[in-house]
C-alpha cells in the first residue's frame, strides 16, 4: 500500500478531522474513500440506473432548437 504527503491548512485540517470521526473512520481511510468516490471516471450505479427511466423526457433529437428572447442587458 502507497502512502501520501498532504499539506492542509489548519481550517481543511479541522474539516477533515471532524468529518472523519463522523463517518467513524480514520483520517486515511476517509480521504481515500473520498478520493475514489471524485476521481472515479464512470458514472455511480444508482445514476445509470436512472437512463431511460424518464419516459416524458424531450431528447434534443426530439425537439427543435428552441430561440430564447434574450434579456435586456444591465448596464454598468
Not at 483520517?27 to 455511480?44: D, G, L, N, Q, T
Not at 450505479?45 to 427543435?64: H, K
Request: with cysteine; hydrophobic share 40%; charged share 25%.
Amino acid at each position: 500500500m502507497s502512502q501520501i504527503t498532504l499539506y492542509l491548512d489548519d481550517a481543511t485540517q479541522a474539516l477533515v478531522e471532524r468529518a472523519a470521526q463522523a463517518n467513524g473512520l480514520s483520517k486515511s481511510r476517509w480521504v481515500a474513500e473520498i478520493i475514489r468516490k471524485y476521481a472515479a471516471h464512470e458514472w455511480p450505479q444508482d445514476c445509470l440506473a436512472l437512463a431511460g427511466r424518464f419516459s416524458d423526457f424531450p431528447l434534443r433529437e426530439d425537439s427543435p432548437p428552441s430561440q430564447a428572447a434574450d434579456v435586456p442587458r444591465v448596464g454598468f
